[in-house]
């Protein structure tokens, strides 16, 4: 017995009509019947009471066709559901970020993968820079969303955002009193950063904004993810130059100012070359569109 002939049987039982259910099938009336008669054959059952005026099913045939249906519509919706995830509608996609993802690009462009995919499964971890290499070479995450620095061959690389650094400031700084600051504005502050090998593309922009200033900032406290930077410039123990985005934390006892001549921070899609999970295919689609619009940034209180 096949699956052909299970929905031979099925239509069959739907329509009790041999001619109508041959013309359904899009095959003539004998071949039907010949079907239908090897079925009862195999089964050992009778499944229609045929007369020359009407078809009926059996006790038997109606337990057949109540059972048969479920096996078609299985197979029905394994058939979909493979097709969806050979297209990139159906499956799981892993995302690992960075923190400072978390405040800009990664909410509205996850929002707008699942709105175009919701039957698809995302997966998000948050991970540190330096991390994320080896966790898109082995397979861990399929994406990942965090500022470019140099990848080893194999890892893609693709710009979705760009927002300037803005200045944080104790809130009872003589600068937060000022609508905009310079970027010399902060020479001689203590800073807070993190260390190079945790963000090295960030730490680079922040270091290099500082020098394009005539001045080395002193580094006075370092720390790995961006929202602790700001707690601790809340707390009076220094300034820093952050993406403007982390202005979304509002955090009592921090002021987020622009600064004048700052420089520009990208982040992007990285991912591995040889992944082949059509999710992903479907996630860089979803990316290109959210890169060709504005990339939303935080406003800035004056």
Same mark, same amino acid.
């Given at each position: 017995?096949?699956?052909?002939?299970? !929905?031979?049987?099925?239509?069959?039982a739907?329509?009790l009509?041999f001619?109508?259910?041959?013309?359904?099938?899009?095959?003539?009336?004998? *071949?039907?019947?010949r079907?239908?008669?090897?079925?009862?054959?195999e089964?050992?059952?009778?499944?229609?009471?045929r007369s020359?005026?009407?078809?009926?099913?059996?006790?038997?045939? !109606?337990?057949f066709?109540?059972?048969? %249906? !479920?096996?078609?519509?299985?197979?029905?919706?394994?058939? &979909?559901?493979?097709?969806?995830?050979?297209?990139?509608?159906?499956?799981?996609? &892993?995302?690992? @970020?960075?923190? %400072?993802?978390?405040? %800009?690009? /990664?909410?509205?462009?996850i929002?707008?993968?699942?709105?175009?995919?919701?039957?698809? #499964? $995302?997966?998000?971890? #948050?991970?540190?820079?330096?991390?994320?290499?080896?966790?898109?070479? %082995?397979?861990?995450?399929?994406?990942?969303?965090?500022?470019?620095?140099?990848?080893p061959?194999? /890892?893609?690389?693709?710009?979705?955002?760009?927002?300037?650094?803005?200045?944080? $400031?104790?809130?009872?700084?003589?600068?937060?009193?000022?609508?905009?600051?310079? $970027?010399?504005?902060?020479a001689?502050? *203590? @800073?807070?950063? @993190?260390?190079?090998?945790?963000?090295?593309? /960030?730490? #680079?922009l $922040?270091? =290099?904004?500082?020098?394009?200033h005539?001045?080395?900032?002193?580094?006075?406290l370092?720390?790995?993810?961006?929202?602790?930077?700001?707690? /601790?410039?809340?707390e009076?123990?220094?300034?820093?130059?952050?993406?403007?985005?982390?202005?979304?934390? &509002?955090?009592?006892?921090?002021?987020? &100012?622009?600064?004048?001549?700052?420089?520009?921070?990208?982040?992007?899609?990285?991912?591995?070359? =040889?992944?082949?999970?059509?999710?992903?295919?479907?996630?860089?689609a979803?990316?290109?569109?959210?890169?060709? =619009?504005?990339? *939303?940034?935080?406003?800035? *209180?004056?």
């Open positions: 017995m096949d699956f052909r002939q299970l !929905r031979y049987f099925v239509t069959l739907e329509t009509h001619g109508r259910a041959a013309a359904l099938l899009h095959i003539s009336q004998p *071949p039907l019947s079907q239908i008669a090897a079925m009862e054959e089964l050992g059952v009778a499944l229609l009471k020359t005026r009407l078809v009926e099913l059996t006790a038997a045939g !109606r337990h066709h109540e059972q048969a %249906s !479920r096996v078609i519509a299985a197979l029905d919706a394994a058939v &979909r559901s493979t097709q969806a995830i050979e297209r990139g509608e159906l499956g799981v996609l &892993r995302v690992g @970020f960075t923190m %400072s993802a978390a405040w %800009s690009v /990664l909410p509205p462009l929002r707008q993968y699942s709105d175009a995919y919701p039957q698809a #499964e $995302v997966q998000l971890s #948050e991970v540190l820079p330096r991390e994320l290499n080896d966790a898109l070479i %082995s397979g861990a995450v399929d994406a990942g969303i965090a500022f470019p620095w140099q990848r061959p194999g /890892l893609e690389y693709m710009a979705v955002h760009a927002e300037p650094l803005c200045a944080v $400031v104790p809130s009872a700084h003589r600068l937060a009193q000022l609508p905009e600051i310079a $970027v010399s504005d902060l001689g502050e *203590p @800073f807070i950063t @993190f260390p190079a090998t945790t963000a090295p593309a /960030l730490h #680079e $922040v270091i =290099g904004c500082c020098r394009d005539g001045f080395e900032p002193q580094i006075r370092e720390t790995h993810l961006q929202q602790t930077i700001v707690n /601790l410039v809340a009076g123990l220094g300034v820093s130059l952050v993406p403007q985005s982390m202005a979304r934390m &509002r955090l009592a006892g921090a002021e987020f &100012r622009e600064v004048a001549g700052a420089r520009i921070v990208e982040q992007g899609i990285i991912w591995a070359a =040889g992944n082949d999970n059509p999710c992903l295919a479907r996630f860089l979803c990316a290109r569109g959210f890169g060709a =619009g504005a990339s *939303p940034v935080a406003d800035l *209180p004056r």
